[in-house]
């Protein structure tokens, strides 16, 4: 084996070695000095102080929105939150949405999203929501025959005149 490859093959070792520590939690370099800067600044880099808690029993749900808007003319179209002009805006959006997991904020959110898009368009007259949530089964359901389903968490109305509201 020539130097080079052991040289690597040690440097994919140590990596693997950060990164099975990240798993199991363990902290094995604090930045306390100088070579703990640098591994714990390799490891935010590399991705390898990642604790892998998607292998977890549960994964929390997942939403997503979806907005049906009427205007003057009774035209009817739908909009969802993967249509932002950059991709940041779909990742703020997809924020957003997840607050739904929240019960409290439903309201503030949906009351939040209707403004916005009367605000966009002058002529809007209505604006349906709704809201899903996807619920995974855990890893026990899932081997059992469980799959995901969507869940309707938030419905609502709001109409410019005032006379809808959020239900």
């Known amino acids: 084996m020539s130097l080079r490859l052991k040289i690597l093959t040690a440097l994919a070792a140590f990596h693997l070695a950060l990164v099975g ?23 935010a880099f590399s ?10 029993p549960a994964v929390a749900p997942q939403f997503q929105a979806h907005f049906t808007l009427t205007d003057d ?7 969802t939150g993967d249509q932002g002009a950059t991709h940041e805006a779909n990742l703020r959006f997809d924020g957003v949405t997840g607050m739904f997991i929240y019960e409290r904020f439903r309201d503030q959110i949906g009351a939040s999203w209707a403004a916005a898009f009367f605000g966009r368009y002058p002529n809007l007259r209505k604006v349906e929501i709704m809201a899903e949530a996807e619920n995974i089964p855990t890893m026990k359901h ?4 469980f799959e995901s389903r969507w869940d ?13 509201h959020g239900e």
Do not use: C, K
């Open 21 to 43: 520590s990240s798993a199991a939690h363990l902290h094995l370099f604090t930045p306390r000095n100088q070579s703990g800067r640098a591994v714990t600044a390799y490891q």
């Open 47 to 56: 991705g390898a102080d990642a604790t892998f808690s998607f292998f977890a």
């Open 73 to 79: 003319t009774g035209h009817t179209w739908e909009e």
């Open 142 to 145: 899932w081997l059992d025959g």
């Open 152 to 164: 309707t968490v938030y419905e609502a109305t709001f109409t410019r005149d005032g006379d809808g």
